[in-house]
C-alpha cells in the first residue's frame, strides 16, 4: 500500500479485468441503479451482463457482502443498505474495511464506487484511508515501480451528472491531505521528533507560499508558553509553537486550529507503562490532521482568515523534566500545579488557544487532540469527542461528522459542574482530576477552556479524537475530513459548499436532515 498512486478521474476508461483489476462497490440499491452499458467496458470479456446480474441478486449485505466476479481479478462489494442515526449515510468505515479486503492485487487497477452525489466526499476519503503510506518494510523498501489505483465515481439518484474537474481536484486533495495526516501518525518518533514534524509544517509552508511563525526552546519560556516548555524541556529535540497563516482579502472572520503535537508520550515522570506507552507515536494526531486539513483547505480556496497552530513537544524524561507539584505559569498567565505529568496534552493546548485569542483575534477556536483515553469509553472507537461552548457549532460538528465519515458525538459541557475537579491550594488549578469516575474526557476539555475563560465571547470547539485516530496498528487520518467539511461554508470549493452543515446553503433542521436521509437509515 506504501506506493500506491491514488487518482480521482471522470473516467477510469475501459479495460478487461485482465490486465486492470477492479472492485465495483457501492450500496446495493444502488448498484441495482447502474445500467450495464456504465460498467460492461471495465469487465468484459470474461464477465457477461448475466454474471453481472446474478452477482447482484446474490449479495446479502449483513453489515457488508461481497462476490467474485472473475477469478481474483474482478470483484462486485455491497455496503450496508441502511447505518443508524449516529453513522455516516456513506457507510465510510465500511467502506474502507472493503477496499482493503476486496480490491483485487495488482500494479494496475481501479474502483468504481457507486453511490449519491452527497456521499462523493466522505467516500473519497475513506478510500483514500484504505492506502497508507509509511512503511519500512524491507520489501517495500526495494520496490521502486509505484501502483496505481484509479477511482471512478458513478453517480446514482436525483442529481447524477457526473463530477466535474473541480469536484475531481477537491477529493484529490482531501485524500492527499488524509494520507499525509495518517504517514505523520504512524511514523516512530525516531524519524517524527520535533524537528522533523517542523520540516512538515515548512514543506506544506512553502507548497502554500506561506512562511511559518515559529516559536522554540528557550524563547517559549521567555515569552510566557509555560505549558509547551513545560511538557517539553525535558526532550532531546525542543519543544515549539509553529503557525501557518492565509490571510486574504474580504475575510470577514478569523479561525484558528489549534493541534496537539506531542511526538512521543512516554508520560513523564508519571511514566506510563510497557503495554500503554506502545502506540504513544500517535499522540501528535491532532497537529497531524490540522496540518494536512489546513494544506488541503487552502489549496481549495478559503474565503476568510484560517491560522493553524501547532503545540509541538515530546513528553520524555530526564534531569530537566517537570515533577509532580512543579507549578507552571501558561500563556494564559494562570498558574497550573501538576499533579499528573501524563496529562500533557490540556498543557500545550492552553497555550496554543490563548495565543489564538490574545495574538491572533481569532473568533472561532478549534482545537483537535488525542486528549484522553477516555474519550474512548465516552464516544467509542469510530467517534470524535466534541465539546464546545456553542450549540449550534455542537450540532454542525455530528452533521459535519455524519456527512464527511469522520464521525462524532457531543460530550456533556458543564464547566459549573466539573470544572471543580482541578481545585488545587496551591495554585490556580491543577492539570489532572480529583475523582476520575468523574466525565474525565469533559473536564479535559474543560481546562483547556478555562485558559480562554468560560465566559470568552467567540465560539470555541474541543475535537477529542485518541481512539478513531488509529483502526488497529494503522493511523487513519481522521479528523481532515471533518475539518474541511465543517468549515466548508468558508470555501470556495461547492463540494465542501455541499457538505458543510453551517451556511444558508446548509441550513436546514435536524428532522429535515433526518427525512433526507431516512430512506438510508435506521432511525
Known amino acids: 500500500m506504501a506506493n500506491v498512486v491514488l487518482e480521482f478521474k471522470v473516467s477510469a476508461g475501459d479495460s478487461e479485468p485482465q490486465s486492470r483489476p477492479v472492485l465495483i462497490v457501492g450500496q446495493q440499491a444502488n448498484l441495482q441503479q447502474v445500467s450495464w452499458s456504465q460498467i460492461k467496458g471495465k469487465l468484459q470479456p470474461v464477465v457477461s451482463k448475466e454474471i453481472w446480474q446474478a452477482a447482484l441478486s446474490a449479495l446479502n449485505p449483513n453489515p457488508t457482502d461481497s462476490c467474485p466476479l472473475y477469478l481474483n481479478h ?9 447505518v443508524s442515526r449516529h453513522n455516516s449515510p456513506s457507510s465510510a468505515h465500511f467502506l474502507s474495511r472493503l477496499v482493503r479486503s476486496c480490491l483485487p492485487g495488482g500494479n494496475n487497477r481501479c474502483i468504481v464506487m457507486v453511490c ?15 492506502f497508507p503510506i509509511f512503511s519500512r518494510r524491507s ?3 526495494r520496490r521502486a ?12 439518484g436525483q442529481d447524477s451528472s457526473s463530477l466535474d474537474v473541480a469536484e475531481l481536484e477537491c477529493l484529490s486533495n482531501a485524500a492527499d491531505g488524509v494520507r499525509l495526516t495518517a504517514r505523520i501518525v504512524d511514523t516512530p518518533c525516531n524519524e517524527m521528533n520535533t524537528d522533523h514534524f517542523l520540516d512538515e509544517i515548512k514543506a506544506v509552508g512553502t507548497e502554500l507560499g506561506i512562511t511559518p511563525v515559529i516559536i522554540r526552546g528557550e524563547e517559549l519560556k521567555q515569552r510566557g508558553f509555560g505549558g509547551i516548555y513545560g511538557v517539553g524541556k525535558a526532550a532531546e529535540h525542543p519543544p515549539a509553537l509553529a503557525v501557518l497563516s492565509h490571510t486574504p482579502d474580504g475575510a470577514t472572520q478569523t479561525i484558528a486550529w489549534v493541534g496537539k503535537g506531542i511526538v512521543y508520550d512516554t508520560g513523564g515522570l508519571s511514566i506510563k507503562g510497557k503495554t500503554t506507552m506502545p502506540g504513544m507515536k500517535r499522540d501528535c494526531g491532532g497537529a497531524a490532521a490540522i496540518l494536512g486539513a489546513f494544506r488541503a483547505t487552502i489549496k481549495q ?12 513537544a515530546e513528553n520524555s524524561v530526564g534531569p530537566t523534566a517537570t515533577r509532580p507539584d512543579d507549578i507552571h505559569t501558561l500563556y494564559s498567565g494562570k498558574t497550573v500545579e501538576i499533579n499528573n505529568t501524563d496529562a500533557e496534552g490540556r498543557l500545550v493546548l492552553a497555550d496554543g488557544v490563548v495565543y489564538a485569542s490574545k495574538d491572533l483575534s481569532a473568533d472561532i477556536i478549534l482545537d ?18 466534541v465539546m464546545t461552548n456553542s450549540e449550534q457549532w455542537e450540532v454542525a460538528c455530528v452533521r459535519a461528522g455524519r456527512s464527511s465519515g469522520d464521525l462524532a458525538h457531543p460530550l456533556v459541557y458543564c464547566p459549573e459542574l466539573h470544572f471543580s475537579e482541578f481545585t488545587s491550594a496551591m495554585a490556580d488549578m491543577k492539570n489532572s482530576v480529583a475523582d476520575r469516575e468523574n466525565a474525565q474526557s469533559s473536564c479535559a476539555g474543560l481546562f483547556i477552556g478555562s485558559h480562554l475563560g468560560f465566559d470568552w465571547p467567540g465560539v470555541w470547539v ?37 457538505v458543510s452543515p453551517l451556511g444558508a446553503a446548509t441550513n436546514v433542521s435536524e428532522d429535515q436532515m433526518e427525512r433526507d436521509c431516512k430512506r438510508r437509515r435506521l432511525v
Open 74 to 82: 474482478a470483484a462486485v462489494a455491497a455496503l450496508p443498505s441502511r
Open 116 to 130: 449519491e452525489r452527497s456521499d462523493v466526499f466522505a467516500s473519497s476519503c475513506a478510500i483514500a484511508r484504505a
Open 139 to 141: 520489501t517495500s523498501s
Open 145 to 156: 515501480e509505484k501502483k496505481h489505483v484509479t477511482v471512478e465515481f458513478v453517480i446514482v
Open 301 to 312: 480556496g478559503f474565503k476568510d482568515n484560517l491560522h493553524a497552530v501547532f503545540c509541538l
Open 368 to 385: 483537535m487532540a488525542t486528549l484522553t483515553g477516555a474519550q474512548g469509553i465516552s464516544t467509542g472507537k469510530y467517534h470524535a469527542a
Open 462 to 498: 474541543h475535537i477529542d479524537i485518541a481512539s478513531p485516530v488509529h483502526a488497529g496498528e494503522r493511523a487513519t487520518g481522521f479528523g481532515v475530513a471533518l475539518l474541511m467539511a465543517l468549515f466548508g461554508q468558508a470555501s470556495d470549493d461547492s463540494m465542501l459548499n455541499q
